[in-house]
């Protein structure tokens, strides 16, 4: 079955970094686009990031758009997200998400939490 198990979250002073990780299996990852989404407390869940199949296109929200950087490795059915540059309104359980359909439905991950504090 699929399953995305995402890890590197943790708590971090403003300005520091975290790289968060989304392993993946149940399919055939190098063909799925894969998103990364976050929600804090009493917000909607957010989209974070996106990058396509293969790793050569990605998109971001502008608020992260020059400190985050989506990555991933095919050979290790593995999606990244390294941010940099924390600050307090990061904070949010992020999770991974698969973009394109398998079987005709899109999978979540578990969620990692990420706190940005002094």
């Known amino acids: 079955q699929v399953q995305l198990v995402e890890s590197g979250g943790g708590l971090v002073q403003p300005g520091g970094s975290l790289r968060l990780s989304c392993a993946a299996s149940g399919f055939t990852f190098s063909t799925i686009a894969m998103r990364w989404y976050r929600q804090a407390p009493g917000n909607e869940r957010e989209l974070v990031a996106t990058?396509?199949?293969?790793?050569?296109?990605?998109d971001y929200v502008d608020s992260v758009k020059g400190r985050f950087t989506i990555s991933r490795d095919n050979a290790k059915n593995t999606v990244y997200l390294q941010m940099n540059s924390l600050k307090f309104e990061d904070t949010a359980v992020y999770y991974c998400?698969?973009?394109?359909?398998?079987?005709?439905?899109?999978?979540w991950g578990q969620g990692t939490q990420v706190t940005v504090s002094s």
């Open positions: 990058i396509s199949s293969d790793g050569d296109s990605t």
């Open positions: 998400r698969t973009w394109g359909l398998i079987r005709g439905r899109r999978y």
